[in-house]
C-alpha cells in the first residue's frame, strides 16, 4: 500500500538531510506504528506521504503508483484535531467531499451522517466542536479522516493530548473500527504500550538522520484486548522497545 524507495530530504534550515536514502513498506490493511525519540524526523515521513514537504530525490508509492501530482490517495489525522469551530461538526465533515468536489449537498450530509453514526457520534452532527468532549472530537476528526475516502490513513499521535483514561479508551476504540474497516494505518506516536497495544508491526527510527526503520513484529494476534498486555512476549517487547529508545536518547 504504501513504499518509500531510497528517499532523501532535507530541511531548508539544515545541512544535513534528515531522510537520507530511506527504504520500507506497508501492506495493504496492516496497522503499522512508527515509534522513535522526539525531533527525529517520524512526522517528517508523514508531510512527505502527504505532499506537504517535496522530497530531495527517491521514490514514494502508494498503491504500486508513485504520488507525485497526485490526491485523495492517503488520509491525513495531526495531533490536534484541527476542526473548524465555526463549523457544525457536520460541515467540518463534510469538507474533504468539499475539496474533492463532484458531490451533491444531500449526498454529503447523508455521508457525514452514516460516518458520525460509525464512530458513535449519532445525534452530534449539529453541535459545535466546542460542545464534544476531548475524546469526541478525536472521533470526529477521525470520522473526517475516513471520508477522504482514502484507504490509507496516517493518525500522527492523535491521542497524545488526551488524558490518561480517555486515551486508552480511544485506543480500543480505534481498534474495533480497523477491525471492521480494514484500513491501512500508519500511526506515529511516543507511547511504547500504544505502539504493541494497536499494531501488527512497530517500526523504530534507530537514528537522525533517519536511513532506516528497525521492524519488530508484535507477537499477538487479533482481536486483542488490554490483557493481551501481560502476556509474556508483549512484556518482552515493551522491554526491548524502551530499552532501544532509551540508547538512542543517551547516544
Known amino acids: ?42 512526522s517528517t515521513i508523514f508531510r512527505l506521504t502527504n505532499q506537504l514537504l517535496p522530497k530531495k530525490s527517491g521514490e514514494i508509492l502508494v498503491g504500486g503508483e508513485k504520488i507525485d501530482g497526485r490526491r485523495g490517495y492517503c488520509g491525513y489525522m495531526p495531533q490536534r484535531d484541527l476542526l473548524f469551530p465555526w463549523r457544525s461538526v457536520r460541515d467540518n465533515l463534510c469538507l474533504p467531499m468539499e475539496i474533492r ?15 458520525l453514526a460509525h464512530v458513535g457520534l449519532t445525534g452530534w452532527g449539529d453541535k459545535r466542536p466546542d460542545e464534544l468532549s476531548g475524546g469526541m472530537r478525536q472521533r470526529a476528526a477521525f470520522a473526517r479522516t475516513l471520508l477522504t475516502g482514502s484507504e490509507l490513513l496516517l493518525l500522527d499521535e492523535p491521542f497524545s493530548a488526551l488524558d490518561f483514561l480517555t486515551r486508552i479508551n480511544m485506543q480500543e476504540w480505534l481498534l474495533d473500527q480497523w477491525e471492521s474497516d480494514h484500513k491501512t494505518v500508519l500511526f506515529i506516536t511516543h507511547d511504547v504500550e500504544e505502539a504493541i497495544f494497536l499494531s501488527s508491526r512497530v517500526l523504530v527510527v534507530e537514528e537522525t538522520p533517519i536511513r532506516r526503520l528497525v521492524s519488530f513484529d508484535v507477537p499477538v494476534s487479533y482481536p486483542r484486548t488490554r490483557a493481551c498486555l501481560t502476556e509474556p512476549g508483549m512484556l518482552a517487547l515493551r522491554e526491548q522497545l524502551i530499552d532501544l529508545l532509551r540508547r538512542e536518547v543517551s547516544a
Open 101 to 115: 468536489g463532484g458531490i451533491s449537498r444531500a449526498e454529503m450530509v447523508r455521508r457525514a451522517d452514516e460516518t
Open 1 to 42: 500500500m504504501l513504499e518509500f524507495q531510497n528517499v532523501v530530504f532535507q530541511y531548508d534550515s539544515e545541512d544535513f538531510n534528515i531522510i537520507d536514502g530511506l527504504s520500507f513498506h506497508i501492506e495493504k490493511g496492516e496497522f503499522v506504528s512508527v515509534i522513535g525519540p522526539s525531533g527525529c524526523g517520524k
